[in-house]
């Protein structure tokens, strides 16, 4: 059966995301070509691959063209310098967003993270409208590329999904994880889903699985038809019994974003 696209380009196709993308979106291409600044490893046949630094423009605008749409899951993952995140997440995702636009790719599937809203207090259930409110550096640069992609929708007609992250990881590592997990079964399918919508504009939305316990109100994600499959609570009685409870004052407990709005200034 024919492949609903020629080629995708997934960027940080080295990481921990990035290699479930690799995986995942090989049965919706017919290439992939992918890149990071780390080695890819042994491509297969329906690979290409790119190592290179995305704060060089000279090397990302290659990269996207003849792509039908790119992933873009590279740059700096944590928080880190800020000559680090600059580079990585900032002139990275404009490079990406610049190239996309000198070789007419319309959608942009961003993996962005909780961590631009990582500062409201988790008594509050929050919808993907509200302002920003990063607890870190690293949450500023994810906020940054929210608006890159605003801008570029209202400007240039380029389409974004900004997909907040919660924690992805294979299974949940702690207490905060029972409320923002996200399966990588679950995030593949939502960058599906986010890839095949006939039109997105620009949204953003949450990367979650189907948990009990929740800190955000996902219906811009089901408007994509997006339907989690897994849940954190599966994992509840094995992590409760690794992690004893938070106090109520621990940043972990207190904020959305956990222990990144209790640290300090990274370069202290
Ligand atoms: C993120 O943005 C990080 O990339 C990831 O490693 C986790 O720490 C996650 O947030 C989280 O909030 O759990």
Redesign the pocket.
């Known amino acids: 059966m024919a492949k609903p696209f020629k080629r995708l380009l997934i960027t940080g196709a080295a990481g921990r995301l990035g290699s479930v993308l690799r995986q995942a979106l090989a049965t919706q291409a017919d290439t992939l070509r992918l890149s990071d600044i780390e080695s890819l490893g042994p491509l297969a046949e329906h690979e290409e691959g790119c190592q290179c630094d995305l704060g060089d423009y000279e090397a990302v605008l290659p990269l996207l063209e003849g792509v039908d749409a790119v992933v873009h899951a590279g740059g700096v993952?944590?928080e880190d310098t800020f000559a680090k995140l600059l580079n990585g997440n900032i002139v990275g995702t404009y490079n990406i967003y610049e190239a996309a636009r000198r070789h007419g790719v319309k959608r942009v599937i961003y993996t962005s993270?909780?961590?631009a809203i990582g500062f409201y207090d988790r008594t509050e259930v929050l919808d993907a409208s509200v302002p920003h409110r990063p607890d870190t550096l690293?949450g500023l640069t994810k906020c940054f590329a929210e608006d890159l992609g605003r801008y570029y929708w209202d400007k240039f007609g380029i389409e974004s999904v900004n997909i907040r992250?919660?924690?992805s990881f294979e299974q949940p590592l702690d207490r905060?994880?029972l409320a923002?997990w996200l399966s990588f079964g679950d995030f593949a399918q939502l960058v599906e889903r986010a890839l095949l919508a006939p039109r997105v504009a620009h949204m953003i939305v949450y990367g979650m699985s189907n948990n009990r316990e929740t800190l955000w109100d996902n219906h811009q994600a089901r408007s994509l038809g997006f339907v989690p499959q897994d849940s954190a609570e599966a994992y509840r009685e094995q992590v409760e019994a690794q992690h004893p409870p938070l106090r109520h004052d621990e940043p972990a407990a207190r904020f959305h974003?956990?222990n990144?709005a209790g640290a300090g200034h990274f370069e202290d």
Request: net charge positive.
């Open positions: 993952p944590l993270s909780n961590h690293y992250i919660g924690s905060r994880m923002t974003g956990g990144f």
